[in-house]
T-cell receptor, first 114, second 116 residues
Framework: AQSVTQPDIHITVSEGASLELRCNYS??????LFWYVQSPGQGLQLLLK??????LVQGIKGFEAEFKRSQSSFNLRKPSVHWSDAAEYFC????????????FGGGTRVLVKP | DAMVIQNPRYQVTQFGKPVTLSCSQT?????MYWYQQKSSQAPKLLFH???????NEADTPDNFQSRRPNTSFCFLDIRSPGLGDAAMYLC???????????????FGPGTRLTVL
């Protein structure tokens, strides 16, 4: 069965500083990888996804993520954080062999200091 | 704009009193999902419909049921809510998942359920 680990439960970053959120997955076949963002009391918004091709993917709101098969990782980055980026971020893996289920990591809560 | 709509956004019910949460979509997607998300946890899939084909997760309690009367609507029924069922319930949709590439899921804003 697939699984996703987000090692950092909380991250605090200063506004304007760079941000990197870690994500490691476990899945035996080709993974379909996603990053979602969730603001308090809101649903999930897709930031970006990786299915195949270029391992560096660009998303909305200035986010990017890099797929590294050798490390089973799909880390999310943003060069300069804005206060509005304070939210919870979920990494997820989709697996066709598992009935197309989407498995989420535990999430990383990002706090932005002025 | 095409979207996933959940009503109500906030629902309060009493312990043991049946409650129904609603999801509708204008995306014309044939797959619809219900997730439960407890505080500070990741969403957990309860079940999904592929068209009218219902697929229950093995660990979803019998207390949770679902109905999909047509493509656009899907309902989550909690027959006898307990205090442990207080959570955010997220509905999601996607296109045909049984052919071609994996298709992403689009989420609604969620319904926050409080059980008194």
């Amino acid at each position: 069965a697939q699984s996703v680990t987000q090692p950092d439960i909380h991250i605090t970053v200063s506004e304007g500083a760079s941000l990197e959120l870690r994500c490691n997955y476990s899945y035996g076949a080709t993974p379909y990888l996603f990053w979602y963002v969730q603001s308090p009391g809101q649903g999930l918004q897709l930031l970006l996804k990786y299915f195949s091709g270029d391992t560096l993917v660009q998303g909305i709101k200035g986010f990017e993520a890099e797929f590294k098969r050798s490390q089973s990782s799909f880390n999310l980055r943003k060069p300069s954080v804005h206060w509005s980026d304070a939210a919870e971020y979920f990494c997820a893996v989709g697996a066709r062999a598992a009935g197309n289920k989407l498995t989420f990591g535990g999430g990383t809560r990002v706090l932005v200091k002025p | 704009d095409a979207m996933v709509i959940q009503n109500p956004r906030y629902q309060v019910t009493q312990f043991g009193k049946p409650v129904t949460l609603s999801c509708s979509q204008t995306l014309n997607h044939n797959v619809m999902y219900w997730y439960q998300q407890k505080s500070s946890q990741a969403p957990k899939l309860l079940f999904h419909y592929y068209d009218k084909d219902f697929n229950n997760e093995a660990d979803t309690p019998d207390n949770f049921q679902s109905r999909r009367p047509n493509t656009s609507f899907c309902f989550l029924d909690i027959r006898s809510p307990g205090l442990g069922d207080a959570a955010m319930y997220l509905c999601a949709t996607s296109r045909d998942q049984r052919q071609g590439s994996y298709n992403e899921q689009f989420f609604g804003p969620g319904t926050r359920l409080t059980v008194l």
